[in-house]
């Protein structure tokens, strides 16, 4: 307790300068297109409605966002262990719960429901960082096993994608901290000799969408479904959209999951290739600013946190849009801070509370 009531002191003196406009008016830009496109995405169909959700997990998480900027630096470095355990735990946990739709990724607490997953990203990115910048040996490769059995958990719920997005976000910092060099090798040649396995041992309709994918001429009517009406929805829209709520395979429902991971479908048939191209500049925006954070910054915890928050980013923005447009295989990867789910907007608004922390804290010793 003592540790606790130290970090907060040493928090009061801990200044912040400059307000972080680019990245701040870029996240609240995205937080509302995403409240907008799934009203519209949901538009006469039995999930009508769920925007209101949308809007609490919104305020939510915009709280989250400048709350974390308050949050002193030491607090976050002595509490990273204990959440990084904690999520690790409910990863556990959620494997008792019952199933939704086949699949245990949900926790209910009374009425509101979170994915483990999700908040389990931000805390290893924001736990490995810190272990990296302390040169902890020990801690860094039992850490590292427990994410290992996390990738496991995750794959059983089954979660593939996030099971991808944990194994290269780890990836990711141990190559950019330029150590482990034979642990990174053995890694990366390891995941390329296991994929035909993993593949084998795939559920059925992961398989598909792979197949799907890779035939999409064969499996137009069935794997390929979704993305090949998505593709005609975003093509539809042209350059400028057919306007707000006026998309027609939106409102007669011809796009499957429209409000989560085709969200991309409804923003290009109603806003056009204009549209799509605005919301990926709101992404490089933020990416950029963090790029900016890594250059500038001496703390080796803030340049491994802002290179892992730049690739989660990147690599759900990269994903979710190549799924939508058949460059991809599909997945359950949403877009982040649009796509419909409060545990994704919550865990992306305090990864980039954090980031704006940091780039707020090097105005102040930059001037």
Request: proline share 4%; hydrophobic share 50%; glycine share 10%.
């Amino acid at each position: 307790m003592a540790f606790f009531k130290t970090a907060l002191f040493e928090g009061k003196n801990e200044r912040i300068k400059g307000i972080e406009f680019f990245l701040i008016i870029s996240y609240i830009c995205l937080l509302i297109i995403g409240y907008f496109a799934i009203k519209s995405a949901v538009l006469n169909s039995s999930l009508e409605g769920i925007e209101k959700q949308q809007l609490m997990w919104m305020i939510i998480g915009i709280s989250g966002f400048f709350l974390t900027i308050f949050i002193p630096e030491r607090l976050i470095k002595i509490t990273a262990p204990i959440l990084f355990y904690f999520s690790f735990f409910l990863l556990i946990l959620v494997l008792f719960m019952p199933p939704i739709s086949g699949s245990r990724r949900w926790i209910r607490v009374g009425p509101v429901g979170f994915q483990p997953s999700e908040l389990f990203k931000l805390f290893l990115l924001i736990y490995f960082s810190y272990i990296l910048s302390e040169k902890d040996l020990k801690t860094f490769y039992f850490a590292s096993f427990i994410t290992l059995i996390s990738s496991v958990l995750l794959y059983k719920e089954p979660d593939f994608s996030t099971t991808v997005i944990v194994l290269t976000t780890w990836f990711v910092l141990v190559f950019i901290s330029g150590k482990f060099e034979k642990l990174w090798q053995y890694t990366l040649g390891l995941g390329i000799i296991s994929a035909p396995i993993i593949f084998m041992n795939m559920k059925e309709y992961q398989k598909g969408r792979i197949l799907g994918f890779l035939f999409p001429e064969q499996y137009t009517l069935t794997y390929f479904y979704n993305t090949d009406q998505a593709i005609k929805a975003i093509g539809s829209g042209g350059w400028f959209g057919k306007g707000y709520m006026n998309g027609y395979m939106n409102l007669s429902g011809s796009v499957p999951e429209s409000e989560t991971d085709f969200i991309l479908s409804v923003i290009g048939e109603e806003f056009g290739f204009i549209g799509i191209s605005f919301i990926i500049l709101l992404y490089a925006i933020i990416i950029w600013r963090l790029y900016v954070g890594y250059k500038k910054s001496n703390d080796l915890f803030w340049k491994y946190y802002y290179v892992g928050s730049s690739f989660l980013i990147f690599f759900h923005v990269f994903q979710n849009i190549g799924m939508n447009l058949g460059l991809l295989p599909v997945t359950g990867i949403p877009l982040p801070l649009i796509s419909y789910g409060g545990t994704s907007i919550l865990t992306f608004s305090l990864i980039l509370g954090l980031a704006t922390k940091g780039l707020m804290i090097e105005k102040q010793i930059t001037g």
